[in-house]
């Protein structure tokens, strides 16, 4: 599969992109395969594994699941109907299925959490089965989601190649699959990492249609940037029991309430960075919509450096908005082909670690880094993420999630400043980093990749 920025960055509906869009994007796909096959069962079973049973019910996985079987898509979904449509289907325990007609579903006893070994594919699976008037099962499928709302099937899974392979299978002019091959081939070509990006995406526009590229990108900034704005806006308390009190808007307020007025440190750029990604990861949390970047527990951290450099950078523009968004895609590719961006599979340092590289190579470029600067930066931001743990409280994506967004800002700006003050030249390449991040995730225990059964989850008290 060729990863194109808007596979990185998607429109959809938090808490999780792996547990909340990826199920509900499952069972759309399931739904479909029964529509192809031309199947009318009676009754529609699901049962969840790994990490989607541990942690799904503070991830909504079981209500995605739901949603995705009554017909509804992450990007499309408006988060004010899920409370009526579940109501909806409690009561029914019937979906009405386009093209197939009623099928009965009790989400109470159809829809089961595994808590027994994972599958063998990956940490978040899926099975979903088509079941007669009699109980037998019709049709079966295993579906995997593996981060950033991507869904594979086993087989999918099984007969995924590298990077390079896919792109150049997709036609695309510049198939680099790591980060070596794109610094030769912008040697090469002469061109920025943004340009290479950017012929590729052309490469692969859909036929036939009116698609104009900067007019995609400058609507996922505005989908980013609409929920910062709706983070910024909003308080109270956070759904899921930890009754844990949205900060943003105080924050946010107090920022506004001091700005032209001198201060005895000037480090309140941290403090933008900061509310800018706690604004958009409270929104996650609240089930709001948003835009992966790689996942939704990371989709604060680049939608803040954005941010910050349209509010802190002179000349901050739209174009250089579009150059970030392009780079940072690349990044993330890149990582996701090579390692992964999942919590359940490498922990946190595959979410916020992959996120801060992404924002610190996208601002990088955006104030006028060089390709050699845009991969140092990269390196960098993900380096000082290396071996983080996913370890959510009570399962659910706020403690420690939406702090570390923040953290993972100021580790971008820091990183694509520190690549920019020298030449590009570094000990560690961004490959190795990668690799490490790989390594590291096999190595770690499964406690600590968002089953909530290690970590921060076990050794603090909920209230």
Known sequence: MFISVFDIFKIGIGPSS???????VAAGRFLQELRDGGLAPARIAVSLHGSLAFTGKGHASDRAICLGLAGHDPATIDPDDVDAEMERLARDCTLEVD???????????????????PLAGHANGMIFRALDANGKAIAEDTLYSVGG???????????????????????????FGSAKEMLKMGA???????DM??????????????????????????????????????EGELPGGLKVKRRARQIHEKLLGEAGKNRPFQHTVMDWLGV?????????????????????????VVPAVIRYYLDHCPDGCRAGIRTFLLVAAAIGGIIKANASISGAEV??????????????????????????????AAEIALEHHLGMTCDPIGGLVQVPCIERNALGAVKAVTAASLALRGDGSHFVPLDSCIETMRQTGLDMTDKYKETSKGGLAVNVVEC
């Open 197 to 234: 990006k950017r012929a590729n995406e052309a490469a692969r526009a859909p036929q036939g249609i009116d698609f104009d590229l900067d007019a995609e990108l400058d609507r996922i900034w505005d989908a980013m940037n609409a929920c910062l704005q709706r983070g910024l806006a909003r």
């Open 99 to 117: 093209g197939i007609g009623p099928i009965a579903f009790d989400p109470a006893n159809d829809l089961v959490f595994d808590y027994g070994p």
């Open 149 to 175: 709302g991507f869904v594979v099937s086993a087989e999918e899974l099984a007969a995924q190649d590298d990077l390079m392979t896919q792109t150049q299978e997709a036609g695309a002019p510049y198939p």
């Open 18 to 24: 792996s547990h909340t869009m990826g199920p509900m």
């Open 347 to 376: 922990g946190c340092q595959g979410e916020v670690g992959s996120a801060s590289a992404m924002a610190a190579a996208g601002l990088c470029a955006a104030l006028g880094g060089s390709n050699e600067q845009v991969e140092n």
């Open 188 to 194: 090469d070509s002469g061109l920025a990492i943004a």
């Open 276 to 300: 800018y990604a706690m604004a958009v990861n409270e929104e996650n949390a609240a089930g709001g919509t948003l835009v992966t970047a790689p996942t939704n527990g990371a989709a604060g």
